[in-house]
């Protein structure tokens, strides 16, 4: 018997995980889309494998689903702002976010981020209410910083534990 939708919610809050931005260009309008994910993972090393799950209802759902290749931005603890705006419906995400263009697949990247992970689509499965996006990494570009991370419905930073 399944759980409640209280306690389901309650595991969804107490898993942590680190926030990314998935960005694609809209074929129709070639403007950016994109939403704010705490799914991402690797997947496979070889071939080299990422993935992340995306709900039916985002708006931005039919332009990263059939694009074939889509961008991956690692988020720094000084990027929540654009965390919060790519976590939100109806605002233009276009506005007041600084763009990079990939160098390989020329997909749209945030700027500044943690590591920026170009993505050529890979194969797509359907999951309840989501898709689970596969991507085959085709380049990626890591910079020096702290990962933004998301717990309880907060964002926060990584504080390591005293060595033992
Ligand atoms: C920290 C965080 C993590 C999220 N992770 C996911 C996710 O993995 N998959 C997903 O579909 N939505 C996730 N969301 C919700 C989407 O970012 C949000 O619904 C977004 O507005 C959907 O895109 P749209 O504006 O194009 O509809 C997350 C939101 C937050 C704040």
Redesign the pocket.
Known sequence: MPVSGEVYRHIGRSAA?A?SIVTAFDGASDRV????????VTLSFDPPLVM????H?????PALTTSEAFGVSLLTVHQTEI??R??????D?NANTRFDRGQVLRVPLIADALVQVECRTHEIFASGD?AIVVGLVEAARPREGEPLL?FARK?GSFVPLPES
């Open positions: 995980g926030v889309v994109g939403l704010t994910v705490s799914s991402f992340f799950a995306i709900q209802d985002a708006s931005c759902y965390a919060r790519f976590a939100t419906k109806g605002v995400k989501h998301y964002f």
